[in-house]
Nanobody
Framework: EVQLVESGGGLVQAGGSLRLSCAASGFTFENYAIGWFRRAPGKEREGVSCINNSDGETYYADSVKGRFTISSDNAKNTVYLQMNNLKPEDTAIYYC??????????????????????????WGQGTQVTVSS
């Protein structure tokens, strides 16, 4: 059974940091890319960052470049999202999703730099991040 489990969310003041984790199981980790997405109150879900677990290439939405860092630990089948200098507009539920490394997540990011939000097959349950001003 494929599972993605996010953790690490919480309440933080503006300027603070959080590290989210996405623990994966049930599939061959290196054959997949993991994306982080978020849904803010009253807004549509958007792509934040993604990583290709086969070669480590990474991509970021413009709104988080320079503040967020995505990384993976293939030995632990876990992807992390280090979020620094958080802003109130980062408040959202954060989700991770998995797509094959030859699927549209990495292909679109590689071609356009956009972290494409699609209905990928595998999603976590989400973790709440709240940034107070």
């Amino acid at each position: 059974e494929v599972q993605l489990v996010e953790s690490g969310g919480g309440l933080v003041q503006a300027g603070g940091s959080l590290r989210l984790s996405c623990a994966a199981s049930g599939f061959t980790f290196e054959n997949y890319a993991i994306g982080w997405f978020r849904r803010a109150p009253g807004k549509e879900r958007e792509g934040v960052s993604c990583i290709n677990n086969s070669d480590g290439e990474t991509y970021y939405a413009d709104s988080v470049k320079g503040r967020f860092t995505i990384s993976s630990d293939n030995a632990k089948n876990t992807v992390y999202l280090q979020m620094n200098n958080l802003k109130p507009e980062d408040t959202a539920i954060y989700y991770c999703a998995a797509d094959t490394v030859d699927g549209p997540l990495i292909a679109t990011a590689r071609a356009t730099g956009i972290v494409l939000d699609l209905d990928y097959n595998y999603w976590g349950q989400g973790t709440q991040v709240t940034v107070s001003s």
